[in-house]
């Protein structure tokens, strides 16, 4: 299996702009959660699915951001629009319920000027 | 609710030198925690679980429930264990989604 897989590794964009970024989980594996890494506030959740269902998004820290999982083998993390302090990396993780095989992708490291 | 507090967001030592990385967590219940390192620009991976009671990479971590604290230690600090250390908690029997820390970043110098 190779992984957690997102795409891309890194993005760059301007203010304003629309940003998706994508996420293959571990086949199999039914939990899905997207993270935001920055040095100010370290590993920060933003929404999580089960089962390709989102079940708390409260950590989405605004209605720019929004998350998607239409399928058990695919999910976005969308921001429209970009603004500066959405800069950080942006990780995703999958698991199977009942163990804890957390596995976290390879990140996407988000700028935007 | 559940809380994991790392004090320290940046710890420093010498090739050598004893390291431990604080980890503090606030639940009344029976938790299970974890400790997740991240190498230069690379993903999160599990380093150890308390129940597991390994050492990893010279690495422990003992579950103290009076101090509600999880401190990860080694006797003697390489410097390729330079990388950011997360504690993480998850409720035992409860919710399945883990607390992580804010993080603390080790640097050990040559």
């Known amino acids: 299996d190779a992984g957690v897989i997102q795409s891309p590794r890194h993005e760059v964009t301007e203010m304003g702009q629309e940003v998706t970024l994508r996420c293959k989980p571990i086949s199999g594996h039914d939990y899905l959660f997207w993270y935001r890494q920055t040095m100010m506030r370290g590993l920060e959740l933003l929404i999580y699915f089960n089962n390709n269902v989102p079940i708390d998004d409260s950590g989405m820290p605004e209605d720019r951001f929004s998350a998607k999982m239409p399928n058990a083998s695919f999910s976005t993390l969308k921001i429209q629009p970009s603004e500066p302090r959405d800069s950080a990396v942006y990780f995703c993780a999958s698991s199977f319920r009942g163990t804890f095989g957390y596995t976290f992708g390879s990140g996407t490291r988000l700028t935007v000027v | 609710a559940q809380r994991v507090t790392q004090p320290e967001k940046l710890l420093s030592v010498f090739k050598g030198a004893p390291v431990e990385l604080k980890c503090n967590y606030s639940?009344?219940?029976?938790?299970?925690l974890f400790w997740y390192v991240q190498y230069s620009r690379q993903r999160l991976q599990l380093l150890l679980r308390?129940?597991s009671r390994e050492s990893i990479k010279g690495f422990t971590a003992d579950l103290n429930k009076g101090e509600t604290s999880f401190h990860l230690k080694k006797p003697f600090a390489q410097e390729e264990d330079s990388a950011m250390y997360y504690c993480a908690l998850r409720l035992s029997g409860g919710s399945y989604i883990p607390t992580f820390g804010r993080g603390t970043s080790l640097i050990v110098h040559p």
């Open positions: 639940y009344s219940g029976s938790p299970e």
């Open positions: 308390h129940i």
